[in-house]
């Protein structure tokens, strides 16, 4: 009962009882940049150092929250960020649009439109909400007709409200510190000021001139109201999306003269005749975040209001002015953005905009919770309704295969030390700083497209992929969707949707080198059913790194058993150095002679050291030419090498082989997460040489 009271209660909808709450710090006054650095910076874990592509910079907290949340972008949000930090300080980027522009399926429309959702959250907290006013009993004015209340169209704060109150600023000052605001704070709240938007300051004056400057008599006209936070209604955050020239107009993004308020309205000088809030911009001018969505392929009218609104961040029709207090964010694509340089006399928009080049996400492990997305986390199920399973196998095939085509060719790497080395992992001999001189090379191209991650096959071919595998006839009849149908699916789209041929080809290319990546992967998985244990491989590519480390200790006796401590349990464990095995995996890497694998050994030590300081889970597998080195040696000492298990699967004539294949297969179905079917074409698949190379 109480709580309704409180809703009820006109007391708190009183300017006088806002102002209070505001100098008690229980309610904000602050504009949009500065209300989004809080949110993006104010909690007490809000910023985390990391490494990415061999350079410092800095990850926020705010966009990694939820189930689907922003997957890497690193440098579009520290230029988000930084952008917004400086004109939350008065810098010249409150006079600027931020711009996020390149290729279409990369993820700039995300980017914004979880911007907007999280603002939303941020400002629906109690102590964040954004409150305006309106003008009520307007009857006792005259001259509105039927229209009684009247909201600020632009969501003006209260604040801004209370420092036009009266025309001589002096009075306003001591209003406000009658109400207990020090004149810290008072110099605090100008530091913001701003006049009030043309009809209101217009309304205000009539209220003004009607109780003769009595304020007790003014406060009955004036209610306070939170602002309204709807996605749907376009409050506090809204989206304009560039539609065609014929239907596109000012109008839906500044509003127009309204015919229904100039019945009502006696006076045809007030500028109340005009319905700001027909238009998008109006609606999130209350601190709120407007999102121009592919903005350069507005007509040139739109992109002159933008201008406008942009540099003077006001709404301005026929003379009369509403200022704005609005953060700007667009997208647009590389080819439009293209178009509309070309285009001279528009360059004074792309002064007005603070642009960042958005590339494709080039990191496989982080794409891999991309394809998750792409793949989605409902049960899938076939067209008759059966349970639709997926191959362990599927999102990695899936990940690689998109990153390579977003590798640019170089001299110095090749796309699959460039790609792991953007992931954080081991590339043979190259080192992150070869990885950092390519980025750096790349990044000086005048033509943008030639930056590092710039070009590539977007979300939403991936999803295209997604798509074909799913209506294949063989994932419908399988009922499951098999990770060697991904480089079919991805083919058909770069054939059906990449126009470029040179695109085509290296595409097509970059598959090959997927598949290879893809056999690998196969192998693995094989040996560990040939094992019967999940991680066999595993265990056995870290015997030899800690084989190789211990060879040389002091403390190894004639037993040839070393202790080490394992850095992921911290107890004591033994091990047998074995030089032949030692020796055949080095053989399969290519090591010929003594110093070749002294220098080999000596990398991986220094590996170890660095990469146990950083992860003591760190297990060597994402050495793609270690595990199949290891993967060789284990399969020829236990079965007389690859060939001879091929033969045994295939040549199934024997019972020792039909047990053999039986057991492999019910391994992969009870503890590798395979389903029957997948289990039986990646075997099948092992068995053949189809990219063996």
Partial sequence: ??????????????????IQEVIGQRRRFENAFQAITRMTLGGPNSIEKVIVNGQNTYDFQVFRQGSKHIIGMYDEMNSFVSYVKDAAEGGSSSEMAFVLIGEPGNGKTFFVDYLGKVYRNFVSIPENRRYSFKFKNLDQLGGYGRILDIESQTFEDPLVLAMNLFEEEQDNKEYLSKLGAKDAQVDHFYELYRPLGACTDY??????EHCEGDLKKMMDFIEIFPVPISESRGTLTGKYAAKDKITSSAVDLIGEESISRLLHIVDTNNPYRFDLRRGALARVAGGGIHFADEIFKNKKDLVQVY?????????????????????????????????FLEEKEQAPIVDRCRISYMAHNTNYLQQQQLTQFSIGSHEKTTFAGDFLHIDPNLNY??????????????????????MKLAAGEVAGEKSIKTLREVINELNTEPDITKRFGQKGLGHRNLGRAIQIILERSETQEGKCMYAGDVFIALEQVILDYVRDAQDQAKYLSDMNIARGLHRKNVMTAIFNAYMDEPDAIQKDVLNYVNMVIGIDAKSLGS??????????TGKLMPLKIDET????????????????????????????GQKMIQDPTYNFMDNNELVKAVTDVRLKSDVAGAGSLVGALSNRTNEENQKLYNRMIETMESKLGYCRTCALKTIEYFCTQDDAN
């Fill in 397 to 418: 095939a899936l990940s690689v295969a998109v990153t390579l085509t977003r590798m640019p060719p170089s001299d110095k790497l090749t796309p699959i030390e460039m």
């Fill in 559 to 568: 037993n040839r058993i070393w202790t080490y401590k394992d850095p992921q």
């Fill in 307 to 339: 201008l406008g609104v942009i540099q003077n961040r006001t709404i301005e029709m026929e003379g009369f002015k509403w200022p704005l207090d609005t953060l700007i964010v667009a997208t647009s694509n590389n080819a439009e953005f293209g178009r």
């Fill in 1 to 18: 009962m109480e709580k309704a009271l409180k809703k009820t209660d006109p007391s708190t909808k009183t300017l006088a009882h806002h």
């Fill in 203 to 208: 309304i205000l004056g009539e209220i003004r």
């Fill in 581 to 608: 095995f030692i020796d055949s995996v080095e053989e399969r890497l290519g090591l010929k002679n003594r110093e070749q694998k002294q220098s080999y050994r000596t990398t991986i030590s220094k590996i170890y």
